[in-house]
């Protein structure tokens, strides 16, 4: 029996991760792809990300609009309750077999909330990690109780999802699907990359991603400045920043990242969304991933460049040797780049060691959504693990 498998993207964020799902079920002839699209994606400031999906061969079939220009808390807490109408509307139209959700986004929890509602079952990729520094982490357990079906990007999460009380025969190791692009996607040349971004990449190369901490703006800002006052010793090296996501405190951040490349043009850019293909190939150029994105976590190891890491949005999460984490001080960023710039560090990331796979699998994942009995998924016990 044929199956149509709903899949929501909100963000160029998860995009990245679920491309490749998304290719994979588009293949099959025994599935029906059908692209959810929202949030952040449709915004012309954040780069109208949408056309990436376009450009990379897939309809998108229903899109959602959410009201994100106030990205205050109250602003935000509305936006899940528009959502949750609009995208209850939606799938009630789509009418899918299986909806697939990925990560902790407050615009993935509205769409979790629909569906458990809508009785559809609920594939969670990425559930069981913990990012302490952000709201995140109560909405990505909170998806996890209200899906059926769990792929989780390391054996840790699994052992965290099976604490919340999921039935162990409902949750797959499959690794990070993310990591699937570094081998699929073509990589861009530096000629195609110094005409994208507009400056010459020279010398050593920051790649640099900073989002909110929405668990604790202050300081989340105080970090940010210290990161760019510790980024103007290097005054040498080609920095290519990107904006930060739609969450509280994203604008701001943005304000100041605009602020900072103005000071030099020359050597650094601010993009507002560089696309997965660019982004990976300025990945593999770059010398440092810096920031405090999760791209730092999960995909910076496994291409071999380290990453420093600020501060604690990204805290909890399973680490690879080549990531540096320090506090938001200058002094402590200074010091983790200088490492991380240093021969022995780059040769300790050369090694390519991650806990989330080597990239492999999209494959599985579709494999488990075909082949999975639905008859009764939706009756969930509660898995009690005795202490």
């Not at 059926?148 to 999460?157: G, K, L, N, P, R």
Request: charged share 20%; net charge positive; with cysteine.
């Amino acid at each position: 029996m044929i199956r149509k498998i709903c899949i929501f993207t909100g963000s160029r964020a998860d995009y990245g991760h679920l491309r490749w799902i998304m290719q994979e079920v588009q293949d099959d002839n025994q599935l029906i792809l059908h692209n959810l699209v929202s949030g952040a994606h449709l915004l012309s400031r954040l780069g109208e990300t949408w056309r990436e999906i376009d450009n990379d061969g897939f309809t998108i079939d229903t899109r959602v609009e959410l009201d994100l220009e106030n990205n205050s808390n109250l602003g935000t807490a509305i936006s899940v309750g528009h959502g949750i109408s609009s995208f209850s509307k939606s799938l009630k139209k789509i009418s899918p077999d299986m909806l697939v959700l990925l990560g902790d986004r407050y615009e993935t929890f509205a769409v979790a909330v629909s569906g458990m509602l809508l009785q559809i079952p609920i594939a969670h990729i990425h559930g069981g990690e913990t990012t302490e520094g952000v709201i995140d982490e109560a909405i990505r357990h909170s998806i996890t109780k209200m899906a059926h079906i769990h792929f989780v990007a390391a054996s840790e999460y699994r052992s965290r999802i099976m604490q919340l009380g999921e039935a162990p025969n409902r949750i797959y190791d499959y690794g990070a699907p993310g990591l699937d692009g570094l081998h699929r996607l073509r990589s861009v040349t530096k000629g195609e990359l110094t005409s994208f971004l507009g400056i010459e990449l020279k010398n050593k190369i920051f790649l640099v991603t900073y989002h909110p901490s929405t668990l604790d703006s202050v300081a989340s800002e105080k970090n940010l400045v210290e990161l760019l006052k510790t980024l103007n010793l290097y005054p040498k090296a080609t920095i290519i920043l990107t904006k930060a996501n739609s969450d509280f405190g994203g604008d701001k951040i943005n304000s100041y990242l605009e602020k900072f490349v103005k000071i030099d043009p020359k050597s650094r850019v601010l993009s507002n969304s560089l696309g997965l293909e660019r982004y990976y190939s300025l990945m593999k150029l770059a010398n440092v991933v810096i920031g405090n994105s999760s791209s730092g976590i999960i995909e910076a190891p496994v291409i071999g460049t380290p990453t420093v890491n600020i501060g604690t949005r990204q805290k909890g999460r399973a680490r690879s040797p080549s990531i540096i984490d320090c506090p938001g001080s200058g002094h402590d960023i200074e010091c983790a780049i200088n490492t991380a710039l240093s021969l022995t560090f780059q040769k300790k990331a050369a090694r390519r060691i991650s806990p989330y796979g080597r990239g492999d699998t999209s494959k599985k994942i579709v494999k488990t959504l075909k082949s999975i009995s639905l008859n009764k998924i939706l009756i969930k016990s509660f898995n009690n693990i005795t202490f």
